[in-house]
T-cell receptor, first 116, second 110 residues
Framework: DTAVSQTPKYLVTQMGNDKSIKCEQNLGHDTMYWYKQDSKKFLKIMFSYNNKELIINETVPNRFSPKSPDKAHLNLHINSLELGDSAVYFC???????????????FGDGTRLSIL | GESVGLHLPTLSVQEGDNSIINCAYSNSASDYFIWYKQESGKGPQFIID?????DKRQGQRVTVLLNKTVKHLSLQIAATQPGDSAVYFCAERWSFDMRFGAGTRLTVKP
């Protein structure tokens, strides 16, 4: 029973194309995230949504647009793909409201994006 | 090993030995810290966490130590097993923001 699922797992496409990555979590969490992991394994936060509202938007090119149709979904749309966009993109979720304070994030298994 | 520079630090240990992975965090306002394990082809997996009002927390075979004075975090793994081989990341949180360290690759020799 997958907690955070991303599709597709692999995405190979040409420069200049537009693509989307979908993410769904069935944990009932109120916060979702997108991370980018480069070839050196460095993980960098891109966006954070809490209860469908954008909370964090790092210095990410505006070719990247997240969309949260509901609390369980956070999709990532990328326009005009560039070679430097090649990376692994991870979706994550956590439960951050309530008296328990910050909780650990649960990650999907990633989407490997390769730009030709 | 500690995360410095752009290369992924590596730590190689013999099966059955104890492992210590170190991490320097950056923000003195961070109040929540997490260790993650990432295996090849998978997403980061939660191991253990600690809040800033504590300096030590133990789990099953793992212990996290927090030294806020020098902004240092460590993960100790007892009786390291081949299945512990992975990349380990520390992460610090404040509010909704979370930042990861550069990671340490742990290799366990049988």
């Amino acid at each position: 029973d997958t907690a955070v699922s991303q599709t597709p797992k692999y995405l190979v496409t040409q420069m200049g194309n537009d693509k989307s990555i979908k993410c769904e979590q069935n944990l009932g969490h109120d916060t979702m995230y997108w991370y980018k992991q480069d070839s050196k394994k460095f993980l960098k936060i891109m966006f954070s949504y809490n209860n469908k509202e954008l909370i964090i938007n790092e210095t990410v090119p505006n070719r990247f647009s997240p969309k949260s149709p509901d609390k369980a979904h956070l999709n990532l749309h990328i326009n005009s793909l560039e070679l430097g966009d090649s990376a692994v993109y991870f979706c994550a979720s956590s439960q951050d409201s309530g008296t328990a304070g910050n909780q650990p994030q649960h990650f999907g298994d990633g989407t490997r994006l390769s730009i030709l | 090993g500690e995360s410095v520079g752009l290369h992924l630090p590596t730590l190689s240990v013999q099966e059955g030995d104890n492992s210590i992975i170190n991490c320097a965090y950056s923000n003195s306002a961070s109040d929540y810290f997490i260790w993650y394990k990432q295996e090849s082809g998978k997403g980061p997996q939660f191991i253990i966490d600690i809040r800033s009002n504590m300096d030590k927390r133990q789990g099953q075979r793992v212990t996290v130590l927090l030294n806020k004075t020098v902004k240092h975090l460590s993960l100790q793994i007892a009786a390291t097993q081949p299945g512990d081989s992975a990349v380990y990341f520390c992460a610090e949180r404040w509010s909704f923001d979370m930042r990861f360290g550069a990671g340490t690759r742990l290799t366990v020799k049988p």
